[in-house]
């Protein structure tokens, strides 16, 4: 598996590696997540478009509208032990 991450910001721009038939460990058919469209959620980096590549072809294509983080849980329902 390979982490590809852009230099100045160590952001992940993609992940690369190969998927395998089940009747068939040594063919290998390559796979990669592409992310793109990084905007600022609470102070997390997170991607709104990403891409998911399949033995060249890309069979997955999501743009998110929308991202919200740390809700619904207050801080009250964890304690220290």
Known sequence: ???YLE???LLPLAVAFNQHPDNDLLTDIPVEIDFA???SINGV???F???RMFNGGVV???T???AVLN???SDGVFSLQ
């Open 1 to 3: 598996m390979d982490f």
């Open 7 to 9: 230099a100045v910001s």
């Open 37 to 39: 469209n990084y905007r």
């Open 71 to 73: 809700t619904g849980l």
């Open 64 to 66: 998110v509208t929308n």
């Open 49 to 51: 478009h990403f891409q």
């Open 60 to 62: 997955l294509d999501v």
């Open 45 to 47: 980096q997170v991607p």
